[in-house]
């Protein structure tokens, strides 16, 4: 897989879905979907997909949830279907999302990570995120601790 293909839009409620099944396989604590409503709704989220393929056969391969607040951001929630990861989609996710919300104004963006997800903070770390801080029993199921990660948004 390239990312060539791949092709990055705003989510729609017809995605909630493969969006639901993503994030159930990704997080041991996921939204529900009724999250997912409320979020596609408020104008200062933003809701990405990225997919691949032509016609009706596309595939959604994951999603990136952004806020901004002023000129601030947050990555709010991140994943990739388990048959894509590790060939690029997190990353091309990760680097719209920067640029989008840089584009709107955001000079800074911060997210959340759980402590031993390596994966993801090796992608982050790869992005120039810096921890910052840290949030004690964040996470539910398993309790644990969450690295505040950030990463200045200079024009490019």
């Known amino acids: ?12 409620r ?6 639901l099944t993503i994030e159930n396989e990704s997080f041991a604590d996921p939204w529900d979907a009724s999250s997912f409503v409320a979020t596609l709704e408020l104008s200062h989220m933003r809701v990405r997909v990225a997919e691949q393929g032509e016609g009706g ?5 994951g999603y990136v949830v952004a806020m901004l607040l002023g000129d601030e951001a947050e990555i709010a929630d991140l994943a990739v279907s388990s048959t894509a990861r590790r060939r690029g989609v997190g990353g091309f996710l990760l ?62």
């Open 57 to 61: 056969e596309r595939e959604l391969l």
């Open 14 to 19: 017809e995605d909630l879905a493969a969006i």
């Open 95 to 156: 680097d719209h999302a920067m640029e989008e919300t840089r584009r709107a104004g955001a000079s800074v963006l911060f997210l959340e990570v759980r402590e031993s997800n390596v994966a993801a903070r090796a992608l982050y770390e790869s992005r120039a995120f810096s921890t910052v801080g840290r949030r004690r029993g964040y996470y539910r199921q398993p309790v644990e601790d969450a690295l505040i990660l950030k990463r200045d948004l200079a024009p490019t």
């Open 1 to 12: 897989m390239t990312t060539d293909s791949i092709v990055v839009r705003p989510a729609s």
